[in-house]
């Protein structure tokens, strides 16, 4: 993957950000409330003051969590009337402090965690913007995509007119090119085949442009990568020219990489421009099938982008009600408004596993299982303070309290794992037939038969066998790194605690889809 939110150096980073601009198209701006608190630690003094300085350490980083806690708990609420924790000076203590693996009281400390959270979950229905809402809040993005797209092609295309130089390069501003390695390879190619796709309807030259006919959404760490590898390369099948693009939850809003900032939002058109080489192939298929009175064009494109499903951060900082405790639009109701028929395939994993794996992907230091646990009881602690007063979906999508944490107690992605939620809101604007849901532990196990669902879904062609076996047996992609394998597993009370607050998102999620594999109970 590109990036994902959460690493810990982007985290930190993230804190000096830059005071967001005015972005135009109806968008404003919100400050967190939170102040910049992390100064420089001068270590030590004489020897013989070597006590005194060990007082003033533990006072600093004491004052720090305390200070960080508060501040935290102000976000969560995002207004002024305070903020939404009157904690003890043993709950701020325990925040700071390392959790106490041996000790039974930390063990029934947990547990009394996750029962107050799952007497708390309550799954609440979404109220659906509406398409003049849409168009108000994002209206270039249905300028430029039309409504009905060309009846003899499979995949979703239409002509555009084109009205730039036919000399300069099409390509000299698309910001993906600043950043994508794949897509600057890809770009010396796409910029020599540009011409010569040009369509001309009299004298005005016209581009075939192209959405996806379908979205890998999700979820990070559950095995999207691999089924991308092994999808692209069934002969139908055209990918961006650049895996994860992120257009839809962060490029469209200037998020590159929270190490670097905010930017400029990419343009519709620079995501567009990632079809272009399926856009290519498409039209080269129906112009030979033209030759030769064939009118089918069986080509289809997708996007691959693991945050699609899950990651609406952006909506707080960008949106005119930005100051409520729920994204008031969500990814899935701007991509169903201009393409209402398109599929989603997601891939799901046990999320305690999920989870663990996760925290070994990032690039922190000192990783050990012991850590692992300390972050997961931060968590779950902050989960609690958040459902105190507010409902489990805007606990869910208010994700600025990890923005504002320190690294030392950066809390893991819990959020990302409760599936049921996000998938909730995806069928409030998707039917059950547009999303494919799969199970990595079924994939391991048995790649023909998942990657044969996949063919089906997308209504894909057969395949020769040897083309089946190259797609098939292949080695998997992504596999954990052996730095990472080396750590073992997690600590079997993690684990237990994890299975504990996980099982009613599990519960429901399986009902939701009707199949019990989705419990993940262990046997």
Known sequence: MNYEYGTAREMEDYKRRPTLPSLGNGWTTQSTPVEDCRDAHQPGGPRTLRALCKVKVFSCLFGLATVFFVMASYILTREQRGPILTASLHNLVSLARPANLSSGADYAELQEVVRTIVAKVAFEQREVPDLPELKEREPHIFSVIPRQFLPYLKNPCWYEDYTGNTTADPYERNLYLLYSKRFQAMYKHLHAAFLEHLHRRGNAPQRLRCLPYFYIIGQPKCGTTDLYDRLRLHPQVQFTTMKEPHWWTRKRFGIIRLNEG???????????????????????????????????????????????????????????????????????????????????????????????????????????????????????????????????????????????????????????GLYVVYLLDWLSVFSREQILVLRLEDHAANRK???????????????????????????????????????????????????????????????????????????
Not at 336 to 352: E, G, S, T
Not at 478 to 491: E, K, T, Y
């Open 449 to 523: 038969h998942t990657m044969h669902r996949v063919f089906d879904f997308l209504h894909l062609g057969p395949l020769t066998q040897q083309k089946e076996a190259d797609i098939t047996k292949s080695p998997a992609s992504n596999a954990r790194r052996p730095a990472n394998r080396s750590l073992g597993p997690m600590l079997p009370i993690t684990k237990e605690i994890l299975q504990s607050f996980y099982e009613p998102f599990n519960q429901k999620l399986a009902a939701v889809l009707s199949e019990p594999a989705f419990l993940w109970t262990q046997l």
């Open 262 to 416: 905010l930017r400029n939002p990419y343009p519709l058109e620079d995501y567009l421009d990632l079809f272009d080489q399926a856009a290519y192939q498409i039209q080269d298929q129906f112009l030979d099938n033209s030759s030769r009175r064939k009118t089918r064009v069986d080509i289809i494109a997708g996007e691959a982008s693991a945050s699609t499903m899950w990651d609406n951060n952006a909506w707080i900082y960008f949106y005119d009600n930005g100051t409520g405790v729920e994204p008031p639009y969500l990814v899935q109701d701007f991509i169903h408004a201009v393409q209402p028929n398109a599929k989603f395939i997601v891939m799901l994993r046990d999320p305690v596993e999920r989870l663990y794996s996760d925290y070994l992907y990032f690039g922190m230091a000192n990783k050990t299982v012991q850590d692992f646990h300390e972050r997961v009881s931060e968590s779950l602690q902050l989960f609690e303070t958040c459902l105190a007063q507010r409902s489990m979906r805007s606990c869910v999508y208010n994700t600025t309290l990890n923005n504002v944490m320190p690294v030392s107690v950066l809390p893991v992605r819990l959020h990302v």
